[in-house]
């Protein structure tokens, strides 16, 4: 299966600021996805990234909170806009390689607001 | 909209024993696919086992099964010779086959003991 980086792997920011998440992938992946897991809970969708198009967002996600790029078809940037506590999650970005495949998700990323 | 229900927060089990985690889901589609992820304490999501729904036979990775009992909509995980690396919190997931609409269950959080 694709080989995923996600970067930063954490960090701990100030509320207000904006954080941005990249997810690279080693061989081109027709989906890209991004989810929220806050904590002790489970997976929660945010977006499909969408190539050359804007975002396909969940109910409850707005792109003005989440921008989300994806210029190519091995990359994509997850932005979490004017933090708050309440934004304190792991932020997983997975690939699917085609209809009715697994998704495989990339180390995720521990994000802090104080 | 499909929902995934996982009814044990937390399961232990004795190393090298077997242990059984359930799912079970609510559709109304034929054609779909259930997986079951793994996640460490590293917090990577790991692939355990796939279930393509027209398939009868229950789905074999090593130590790792599933009992898929498709008329009941019930998903369950059998883990056989359990070993410590095998502690993490589980995930039943549902994948339609009509969209790329994947959704997880709560989740199940089990514990090896040496």
């Known amino acids: 299966s694709a080989v995923i980086s996600q970067k930063p792997s954490r960090d701990i920011c100030q509320r207000g600021t904006s954080l941005t998440i990249q997810c690279q992938v080693d061989?081109?992946?027709?989906?890209m996805f991004w989810y929220r897991q806050q904590p002790g809970q489970s997976l929660t969708l945010i977006a499909t990234a969408n190539q050359g198009s804007e975002a396909t967002y969940e109910s409850g996600f707005v792109i003005d909170k989440f921008p989300i790029s994806r210029p190519n078809l091995t990359f994509s940037t997850l932005t979490v806009s004017n933090m708050s506590p309440e934004d304190s999650s792991i932020y997983l970005c997975?690939?699917?390689?085609?209809?009715?495949?697994?998704?495989?998700f990339g180390d995720g990323t521990r994000l802090s607001i104080l | 909209a499909q929902t995934v229900t996982q009814s044990q927060p937390e399961m232990s089990v004795q190393e090298a024993e077997t242990v059984t985690l359930s799912c079970t889901y609510d559709?109304?589609?034929?054609?779909?696919?259930l997986f079951w992820y793994k996640q460490p304490p590293s917090r990577q999501m790991i692939l355990v086992i796939r279930?393509?729904?027209?398939?009868?036979q229950n789905a074999t990775e090593n130590r790792f099964s599933v009992n898929f009992q498709k008329a009941a909509k019930s998903f369950s995980l059998k883990i056989s010779d359990s070993q410590l690396g095998d502690t993490a919190m589980y995930f039943c997931a549902f994948l339609s086959g009509n969209n790329n609409d994947m959704r997880f269950g709560a989740g199940t959080r089990l514990t090896v003991k040496p």
């Open positions: 061989s081109q992946v027709t989906m």
């Open positions: 279930q393509e729904a027209y398939k009868q």
């Open positions: 997975s690939v699917g390689s085609g209809a009715n495949q697994p998704q495989h």
């Open positions: 559709t109304s589609e034929n054609n779909y696919y």
